[in-house]
């Protein structure tokens, strides 16, 4: 199979995956608007960060479970492989627990933390509640479906995943337009969802074991000393979206009102599916860059990193032209064109788009430091764009600009991180050509290339 064939079974897949797990956050948002009301799709805005809590657990011990993985198969080693599988398996039931039950118990501070009014409070509570009830399953099927992908069989992703969303889509119709269950029958739909696809990856390790499948474990937490490093970039990329959010509501409603989430509701949608189409493309190339960084083949794994910036670049381009020109049929989607903040919200997402076209070379090239076991630039590029940068320039722009700062901040900060990036990518490709020039005179250079 060439290269590119290989990249394609590996990153459409995961592109797929990401789009439904985006994609049914929407219908969530719609069916909510369309059955309840606005008010209603406000809590759920108000709720979101705690699903990007969630995942981020599910991510942070996936991403870097994977890699140590991979390479431990392109290496030959299947036990090792299947250890961490298991092992991971286990800490990421016990850690959903925890926080499920931490939650639960204070129900009532989380929503107020979150943001939630008088009007609205009721319903954080309601939507919360049922989400952290179902949390194991959205951190469980997130980690077979990316472990699933290093079992050589990306196409099962697709399987789970579209369960997950066709599911989604049936119970939030029944729920919230035929029941009138409202917020708390569309968290139901979702945390239902979620069950569904982790049945299809527990069937499929059940029926296919051959390298990975369920099995005891032996004791190696001291693992966790490479797999949390290589997994929080992309754990803190997600958590990050979640703080981001709530950094947003809370600006959001100082300097605009409390009206205007409505707005950046619909925007949250938007750049969720965005930001998922690139992580997607990232989680495509690394298993297929650790496999080879096992194998010793490290100019395949720079093929992968091209294809995969070339991929987000198209992507880009897409994403922002659809959003120029299809502003309006996209707000449309959640708000009537009578609807007092429809032209405000069509404003504020051509806006905000501009960071389309430079988040994916950012999320692309801090995947493939991770993949290639470099934690360092990849936390460094995801920890910047994804919190640090973000915060700064939303404060600053918000105070200076008023709203049209708050929608042009995203863009201000995927520029300055793109600078960054493309320090750590000119360094480490000096790093691998000195290190090829020591090795023809017989003297390597051996310091990390972090």
């Known amino acids: 199979m060439s290269l590119v064939k290989k990249f ?19 219908v969530d948002g719609m069916f909510v608007s369309w059955g309840v009301g606005e008010h209603a799709l406000t809590a759920v805005n108000l709720s979101l960060p705690f699903v990007s809590l969630i995942f981020t ?27 961490y599988f298991n092992q991971n398996l286990f800490v990421v039931i016990a850690a959903t627990l925890v926080l499920t039950v931490i939650v ?11 943001g939630s009014a008088p009007e609205n409070h009721h319903l954080v509570k309601e939507y919360v ?20 992908k290093a079992d050589g069989a990306p196409h099962v992703s697709i399987i789970g995943v579209t369960s997950c969303g066709l599911m989604n889509v049936f119970l939030d119709y029944i729920f919230v337009m035929h029941f009138h269950w ?86 949250g949608y938007v750049n969720t599916l965005v930001l998922n189409c690139m992580i997607g493309i990232a989680h495509g190339i690394q298993p297929l860059s650790s496999f080879h960084l096992g194998a010793g083949e490290r100019p395949t794994c720079h093929k992968f990193l091209s294809y995969g910036v070339r991929t ?79 915060a700064g ?9 008023g709203a049209n700062g708050i929608w042009l901040s995203p863009l201000a900060s995927e520029t300055i991180c793109l600078m960054v990036t493309i320090f750590f990518l000119v360094r480490y490709f000096r790093r691998v050509r000195r290190e090829e020039a020591g090795e023809k005179v017989g003297t390597p250079d051996a310091r990390p290339l972090t």
């Not at 590996?10 to 592109?15: E, K």
């Not at 991403?63 to 080693?77: E, F, K, R």
């Not at 509640?129 to 472990?147: H, P």
């Not at 001291?222 to 509501?249: C, H, K, Q, W």
């Open 312 to 390: 987000a670049a198209v992507s880009a381009v897409f994403f922002f032209a659809a959003c120029q020109l299809l502003a309006g049929p996209i707000v449309g989607l959640f708000l009537s064109h009578d609807s007092a903040l429809f032209a405000s919200s069509v404003a504020a997402l051509r806006m905000y788009s501009f960071a389309f076209l430079l988040v994916g070379f950012n999320v692309v090239v801090s995947g493939f430091f991770t993949a290639m076991d470099h934690p360092v630039p990849s936390l460094t590029i995801s920890f910047g764009r994804g919190l640090v940068l973000i």
């Open 104 to 114: 639960l118990l204070n129900l009532d501070w989380v929503a107020r933390f979150l």
């Open 129 to 148: 509640g049922v989400i952290a009830a179902f949390a194991v399953f959205f951190t469980v099927s997130y980690n077979l479906e990316v472990q699933v």
């Open 393 to 401: 320039c939303l404060m600053v722009l918000s105070t200076l600009f």
């Open 182 to 267: 409202g917020v708390w029958g569309a968290a139901l739909a979702t945390g239902l969802s979620q069950a569904t696809s982790t049945l299809v990856f527990v069937v499929y390790f059940l029926t296919h074991r051959y390298p990975l499948r369920f099995g005891k474990f032996r004791p190696d937490f001291g693992a966790y000393r490479r797999i949390i490093p290589l997994g929080t970039a992309d754990g803190l990329s997600e958590m990050s979206n979640g703080v981001v959010m709530f950094l947003f509501n809370h600006i959001i409603q100082r300097v605009i009102g409390l009206d205007a989430l409505v707005s950046y509701t619909i925007i």
């Open 57 to 83: 657990l599910g991510i942070l011990l996936a991403t870097g479970t994977s890699t140590v993985l991979s390479i431990a198969l392109g290496q030959g080693d299947v036990e090792r492989a299947r250890n």
């Open 8 to 26: 394609f079974k590996f990153t459409v897949p995961s592109i797929v995956s990401m789009w439904i797990f985006s994609l049914y956050s929407m």
